[in-house]
């Protein structure tokens, strides 16, 4: 009876053990909830329908809706205390207002590309506030301008631009479902850019809600803070919307593809034509881009496509490729004249005739599972380097992938230090390594593919694109090593970004694995 009794106290004493952190775990998951509910108060949007934790029955659907990266899916990926999917801007302010004053780390996702998942991912308990929700779009074509909230796609703002305009574009990324928060505040390119710059350099507003909970915009946040905010990161604020300036483009442009598969050992007039594309690409009229994409496909082939544009009509293109860069062969079947808004479809490899519609879909059909890094040319990549680069990229198999991206154009007339974005006159192209693997021993393959490069790219420091998001380059542990990733993304402009962190949030409570730190108190 005695031992009984002590094995019923041992069985109630392990019971409460065990149940104390569930319990308190459930009790600050609903101070959090009371704690948003009681900041937004009566709204036109009641935060109650923009709560979701884990009990709730569409809390893992909506988790996982873009979560784009399988990689980041592991038994050991936390899910967050609570989702908010913010309606309207009191549920952002409360996010943050509560967020912070629960400890909390916050995460903040408009389409979730953010290459290694610092957008919904964490390893601290947090908030994942998903903007995705948040997404109207106002175009005023008499002033060529447009206000378009965070989590609108750039699918959404390419089509509502076309619905208003033929002749107007903006220069952005050329996948649709990409949020233009994580594109904008990572500086943004596309097709455009040897014609108009960056999608940065064409914001001139925005509104933000700051780490007190305050909506701000360009002029009471100040130019410093609104400098940071155009490619920085998402280390400054929540962005609620930008104020975009639309570019004009013709009514009918060009689009272009050539193609061309070749096998290993057969690789020589590639090589000559990939040489000769580095020294042409940046320096043809800023009307043209070409980008360069190279596959790895079946029987130790890789498949290398030249997709263009042309901001005119094809018997013009025709005539200036003859003259400066006849070697691509480049004919009237490989063109397609159509408006601007046709050709976003195409870079989105989307057949002709494909509806518009395809423009305004957000989600991914499936996650894949992938690891990218980044590099900047300056001068050609001599051919017998390309040769073993081929070598490489067939050993490692299907899966790899690289694109070049030229450069030149109105990139050579904006200063580096406009916006945070350095890379700008002198470079001849962007390198995007991309290769889909779950496999950890395989990802090793494609750091000493990036190894290899080291040599024939950007020194002292290599450079990388924070869009383009690659965690090996370094990380921050409370600010410490912050600098060796902070000059590669952001050269000279680092120091400047650390002194409006420190001005606007000296806290650091907008933080991820490579944000930008505040000073030391």
């Known amino acids: 009876m005695k031992l009984s009794s002590i094995a019923m106290l041992l069985v109630l004493v392990s019971t409460l053990l065990f149940s104390i952190p569930f319990a308190t775990s459930d009790l600050a998951t609903d101070t959090f ?30 988790f996982y809706a873009y979560f784009r990266n399988k990689r980041l899916n592991t038994s050991k990926t936390r899910y967050p205390v609570a989702i908010v999917v913010a309606m309207h801007e009191s549920h952002v302010q409360a996010a943050v207002i509560c967020t912070k004053n629960h400890n909390y780390h ?8 953010d290459y290694e998942g610092l957008s919904y991912v964490s390893n601290e308990p947090f908030v994942l506030l998903d903007m995705y929700d948040f997404r109207s779009i106002n175009i005023d074509v008499a002033t060529e301008t447009a206000w378009v909230q965070s989590g609108a796609s750039l699918g959404e703002l390419y089509l509502n631009i076309s619905q208003k305009s033929k002749t107007h574009a903006f220069p952005g990324g050329v996948c649709p479902s990409v949020g233009v928060g994580g594109h904008f505040i990572g500086a943004g390119y596309g097709n ?33 803070h609104f400098w940071a905010i155009r490619g920085g990161g998402a280390s400054f604020g929540v962005i609620l919307s930008w104020k975009i300036k639309l570019v004009s483009v013709p009514e009918i ?26 020294q042409v690409a940046d320096t043809l009229p800023e009307d043209i881009f070409i980008r360069l994409e190279m596959s790895v496909e079946k029987n130790e082939s890789i498949q ?30 490989d063109c397609i004249e159509s408006s601007w808004i046709e050709t976003t479809l195409y870079w989105d490899n989307k057949p002709k005739g494909t509806s518009l ?29 390309l040769e073993e680069l081929w070598r490489k990229m067939i050993k490692m198999g299907m899966g790899m992938i690289m694109q070049w991206n030229p450069y030149g154009g109105r990139m050579n007339q904006i200063s580096e230090f406009e916006t945070p974005f350095p890379h700008r006159s002198g470079y001849k192209f ?3 390594y991309w290769y889909y693997t779950q496999d950890n021993s395989k990802v090793e393959l494609l750091r000493k593919l990036y190894d290899f490069m080291a040599p024939y790219v950007s020194k002292s420091p ?26 590669k993304y952001f050269k000279g402009n680092f120091e400047r970004l650390v002194r409006v962190k420190t001005k606007v949030d000296p806290d650091n409570f907008f933080r991820n694995e490579q944000s930008i730190p505040p000073l030391p108190k």
Request: glycine share 8%; with cysteine.
């Open 33 to 62: 909830v009371q704690c948003l509910k009681k900041q937004v108060g009566e709204s036109i949007k009641p935060i109650s329908e923009a709560i979701y934790i884990p009990e709730n029955s569409k809390f893992s659907n909506i």
């Open 106 to 113: 916050l995460r903040i996702r408009s389409g979730g590309h």
């Open 192 to 224: 455009l850019m040897r014609k108009h710059g960056l999608s940065v350099d064409n914001i001139i507003d925005a509104q933000l809600v700051d780490v007190n909970g305050k909506i701000l915009n360009r002029k009471s946040m100040g130019e410093d």
């Open 253 to 278: 442009v060009t689009f272009f593809l050539v193609k061309k598969l070749i096998k290993q050992g057969a690789t020589r007039s590639i090589t000559d034509l990939v040489y000769r594309w580095q």
């Open 304 to 333: 290398f496509q030249f997709f263009g544009q042309y901001l005119g009509q094809s018997h013009t293109l025709l005539s200036i490729m003859n003259q400066q860069f006849p070697e691509l062969g480049l004919q009237q079947k």
């Open 357 to 385: 519609g395809s423009l305004l879909y957000r989600m991914p059909n499936q996650s894949f599972p992938f690891k990218v890094k980044s590099d900047y040319v300056i001068t050609p990549i001599p051919k017998a380097v």
């Open 430 to 432: 962007l390198i995007q």
């Open 462 to 487: 290599r450079e990388a694109f924070l869009n383009y998001r690659d965690l090996d380059i370094g990380t921050n542990q409370n600010g410490a090593n912050s600098s060796i990733f902070g000059a």
